[in-house]
């Protein structure tokens, strides 16, 4: 079947604009996760869906970054007024939650900001 | 907090070689155990897991098993091939629907 999607694949943009990331999960799956991989900090988590609820936001960095996640599935991660510190990888990951220990990662969006 | 510490890379071996790469943990309860691997151009793949103390998670000729009282999980293969090149990532789950702790990854080449 299908995996968890992501997109765009690559994306440049320049400091101080907005961009934003999506991430199509695997169909059933009720839990979805962001993390972010770069090079200086290895791989981070940002946040947690369970359904559209998040209850966990502890990983963003700053209140630039936000992401929501509507009707159970899509989610878009958003990060507002972008630093080049903000170049990485963006993973985005599902699973079936309600006691589930499996995630299923996406191939990721590789943000550079120029 | 949780953290995961990885032996520092990266491993370069010789095809059939015998693998081992150290993974040690820190956590309160009794977390999950995951190796992922990361193949050149693609995303993050798990590998195996074990969910409880003595368990031995294994997949693709890898093996791991989950020790508490030394809050490792060392992952080994007896002989690699070229096509195990890859980043491979230890990991941990406090609990379900939780985030995963990751080490800093190791970079393994496999040479003919």
Not at chain 1, 83 to 88: K, L, M, P, R
Not at chain 2, 54 to 73: C, I, L, P, W
């Amino acid at each position: 079947g299908a995996g968890v999607s992501q997109s765009p694949s690559n994306k440049v943009t320049e400091k101080g604009k907005d961009v934003e990331l999506r991430c199509d999960p695997i169909s059933g799956h009720t839990a979805l996760y962001w993390y972010r991989q770069s090079l200086g900090q290895g791989l981070e988590f940002l946040i947690y869906f369970q359904g559209n609820s998040a209850p966990d936001k502890s990983g963003l960095p700053s209140d630039r970054f936000s992401a929501e996640r509507t009707g159970g599935s899509v989610s878009t991660l958003t990060i507002q007024r972008t630093q080049q510190e903000d170049s990485a990888v963006y993973l985005c990951a599902s699973g079936l939650g309600f006691s589930s220990y499996e995630q299923y990662f996406g191939p990721g969006t590789r943000l550079t900001v120029t | 907090g949780d953290s995961v510490t990885q032996m520092e890379g990266p491993v370069t071996l010789s095809e059939e070689a015998f693998l081992t790469i150290n993974c040690t943990y820190t956590a309160t309860g009794y977390p999950s155990l995951f190796w992922y691997v990361q193949y050149p151009g693609e995303g993050l793949q798990l590998l195996l897991k074990a969910t409880k103390a003595d368990d031995k998670g294994s997949n693709k000729g890898f093996e791991a098993t989950y020790r508490k009282e030394t809050t490792s999980f060392h992952l080994e293969k007896g002989s690699v091939q070229v096509s195990d090149s890859a980043v491979y990532f230890c990991a941990l789950l406090p609990g379900a629907n939780s985030k995963l702790t990751f080490g800093k990854g190791i970079t393994l080449s496999v040479r003919p």
